[in-house]
């Protein structure tokens, strides 16, 4: 949430910040959000806090409102692999542009290691990037998932 935070910093617009987690203490950053002035909208998966479920069903029914089709939205994105790619899926439905932080194991940090790659398209096909020095953030559009 500190990389949204600081994105969210220097937006010029403001946003929602979808925040999920599993328990309330799992989301973080909402009064910072906040004080930026963009509304907040957290989800856990207990119900503890927010709308119960995943972070993605509030993003889905904020999409569905008909004023959001007159907006130009942008999804960013980052938290584990299974939410990315779900957004990921959001962001192909509604055809939105979307930048997802790739959550890979990172070793080395410095790349040498390729423990971090993701499969990026390049034309018909796909190569291997690292998440370390090419990104971590990667167009949503050009992310090639693996078979889940
Ligand atoms: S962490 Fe080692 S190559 Fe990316």
Known sequence: ???????AQRSPLKGIAFV????????LCEKEFAALGWEVRPATEDG??????LVTQPLLEELRKPQAASRHCRLYACGPTPMLRAVGRIADEFK?????????HMCCGVGVCL???VRVKTGETWEY????TEGPVFD???VEWEEA
């Open 1 to 7: 949430m500190a990389a949204m935070y600081l994105l």
């Open 48 to 53: 503890s806090h927010g709308e119960k479920g």
């Open 140 to 142: 949503s559009r050009k």
């Open 96 to 104: 939105i542009p979307a930048e997802l932080s790739m959550d890979e």
């Open 115 to 117: 423990t971090c790659v």
């Open 129 to 132: 990037q690292r998440t370390c």
């Open 20 to 27: 999920g987690g599993r328990r309330r203490v799992d989301i």
